[in-house]
Every structure is written in C-alpha cells, then in structure tokens.
C-alpha cells in the first residue's frame, strides 16, 4: 500500500502541553504559519499579517455556520443525573409566542451520558422550560429523543434552547466545570449567522472585525457557504487503508450569489481562499458535477484524501489537526503528504498551539508575482 493510502504514515509526535486550553488573548494575534507549497518555503507571523498574502481580486470563502448550545446539563425523572449532546440542531415548528406561552416539539439524535442507559420512555429534564424523552436507542450510543420546549410569551426558542445548554467544546479541550462565558463567545465565529453546528469551523475564529475591514478595504473579496459540522467530525480513523473509511454527512448550502461570486474570481483570474476544510469540502462538493461551482442545498459526504483533483480551492486558511484524522487528510491533499508533516514537526518544534483554540496555518498553492 502507497504510504498516502495508510493511516500510520498520519501520525506526528504532539506534546500533550502544545494542545490548546484557551484561545489567545485577542483573535488575530494568534500565531501564523505559512507554507508555500510550490517550493516548500515556510514563513511564521501573525495572524494579522494574513492581508500581506492576499491581493486584490482574491476572494475568501467563509463558512458561516453557528455552534449551538447542543451539550444539555440535567436530570432523570427519578433524579440521577444525566448529561445529553445533541448531534444536529432540533428543527421546532415555526410559531407565534408574542401573546400566549406555548410548547412545542421536535426530534432529535442525541448521545446521553448516565450511570445507566436509558431505555425508551424515560422521561430527562433540563430545566424548567425544556424536557426530553427517549423514543428509541441506537448504535454507538445514539438515541431519537423527543424533545418538550415551553415557551412564556414573546420567548423565541432559539434564545430558551441557548439558556438550557452549554457550547459543546471538543474533548480534547478540558472544562472540568463547564464551558465559560469566554467560550461562548470565543468558539464562534464573527459572521456567524446560520445555527445548526456541534463544533466550530475553527479556522474562522481567527479573524477580528477589525482584520476583516482591512481585508475588504484592501480588494479583498468575501463570500459565504453554509456546513453544519456534525458530531462525525470527531470521529476516529479506524480503517488502516484511508479509502475505507467512511466520512459521515452533513448539510450544506451555496447560494447563487456565492457560486456566482466563486465563478466569476476564477475567470478573473483571482485566487479563491477557503477558510477552513469545511469551506473546502463545500465548494468542491458544488463543483464536482461540472467543474464550476453551482448553487446547492443538502447532504455533502465529500471525503477529501491525497490523490483528490481539486476544481475550486487555491489556498486554505486552517489550523492544526489531530494525528490520523480525515481533516489532515484534506490537507495532506492540498499540500502533498510529507510537506504537510515537515511543517506540522515545525511547528511543534517552535511550540506552536495546536487545534480548535490554537494557531493557524495558511497553505498556498497558487502564489501571485
């Protein structure tokens, strides 16, 4: 087997103390690396310097998704404690609360950690205002819940949803007491609008209101895709040959205005930037029927691998991954296996801080004069 195609060849030596705890103080002084793919030339900065690589006529793709608060803290009927994440967000009917309360439904998969599993039926509560039953168990863990939220008048369920629950951060990031106000707000993005994710398009976490002026004061172009991150996105790699694996869905959204802005920068002759592998799989997704980027609505399972052809993306804006994840593979697709390793053991060795609140990265591609 080619060592592109084996797990093993995505493995990096990472001190548990280069994870990141917290994000750095303000986003755009987190630290920079940028590696120039077409002679494998490296440069560290900050993040506020990312404008020095982008040049009028670039557009930057951005993913606009929003983290709810999908981690539910409660009780059983019967008073043992229970802990519920949601994997996608509930779609609640529309409804009119400005005069009256109401309740509403919705159903949902949802992973319940207890001292027991609950069987279907049971009744968990989170509060006053929402309770959740279990209709049936699943594989790995998952149950259907149905999901009660009362609403007094003029409450909008997104706001009663947010008060119930906390910002689901990834396992790898510790809060023995819970996630922080500092979390709510730093695990998201800026031009976060479209709630539906379970984790965060990190890469976005970078940039400041103030960067993103610049940017566009500068020449620089910005439009927006939709990926709901799901759960599946920290799922382990467990297939020794990396075409085996299964990546899991999730639902995306390109609207006419994007695919006709994405089209237009490549006639032109500019340089499309993802930010994020979420933008990446996105627009590749869009492209891969006709080779231009077309508007669309649903489920993407792209799974991006070295020996991919990529259509759409020239340079990524990202951060650091796990060893052996699906989104190192991306990368390595982008920027070709072993480069990618070289700067990530540089990385290390100039502690850098890796993952969801660390350092970022920029890959170029496609360099202008």
């Known amino acids: 087997m080619q060592p592109q195609f ?3 060849s995505y493995d990096y030596d990472l001190p548990p103390e280069r994870i990141a705890q917290h ?32 040049r009028p006529g670039d557009l930057l793709v951005v993913n606009n998704t929003k983290v709810f608060p999908a981690r539910l803290l409660g009780h059983k ?6 802990e519920m994440l949601l994997l996608h967000y509930p779609r609640f009917p529309d409804c009119d609360t400005s005069a009256q309360s ?16 609950p069987r279907p039926d049971t009744l968990l509560i989170f509060g006053d205002q929402l309770q959740a039953r279990v209709l049936s168990l699943h594989d790995n863990g998952k149950v259907k819940v149905s999901l009660r ?16 629950g906390q910002i689901p951060l990834p396992p790898y990031i510790h809060r023995p007491k819970g996630t922080t106000p500092e979390d709510t707000h730093r695990y998201q993005t800026r031009y976060a609008e479209r709630t539906g994710s379970v984790a965060a398009p990190t890469a976005g976490l970078h940039f400041s209101d103030r960067l993103l002026k610049e940017l566009l004061a500068a020449g620089v172009s910005m439009a927006t895709v939709t990926l709901h991150v799901g759960y599946g996105t920290f799922a382990p790699v467990r297939s020794e040959d990396i075409r085996e694996h299964q990546i899991h869905a999730e639902y ?8 006709a802005a994405v089209n237009r920068t490549r006639d032109e002759g500019g340089r499309i ?4 592998t979420t933008s990446v799989r996105t627009l590749e997704f869009a492209a891969a029927a006709s080779g ?12 991006i691998y070295p020996g991919f052809r990529f259509q759409v993306v020239d340079n990524l804006v990202t951060n650091f991954h796990l060893p052996r994840s699906s989104l190192l593979f991306l990368v390595a697709a982008l920027a070709g296996r072993e480069q990618i390793l070289e700067a990530y053991n540089e990385a290390v060795e100039k502690e850098y801080r890796f993952f969801s609140y660390g350092d970022a990265m920029a890959i170029i591609t496609r360099a202008l004069p």
């Open 292 to 303: 231009r980027v077309e508007p669309i609505q649903g489920l993407c399972q792209l799974y």
């Open 102 to 117: 109401i309740t509403i439904e919705a159903e949902a998969m949802a992973l319940v950690k207890s001292s027991r599993r």
């Open 6 to 8: 084996r797990l093993s």
């Open 252 to 259: 995306v959204e390109v609207s006419a205005d994007t695919a």
């Open 149 to 164: 939220l009362h609403l007094e008048a003029g409450q909008d369920p997104e706001e009663v949803l947010a008060s119930c």
């Open 77 to 82: 009927e019967t008073g043992g404690k229970v």
């Open 23 to 54: 994000p750095a103080a303000r986003r755009d002084q987190s630290r920079l690396l940028v590696l120039h793919c077409p002679d494998g030339r490296t440069e560290h900065t900050r993040f506020e310097a990312i404008g020095s690589y982008l």
């Open 273 to 276: 930037w993802a930010v994020g």
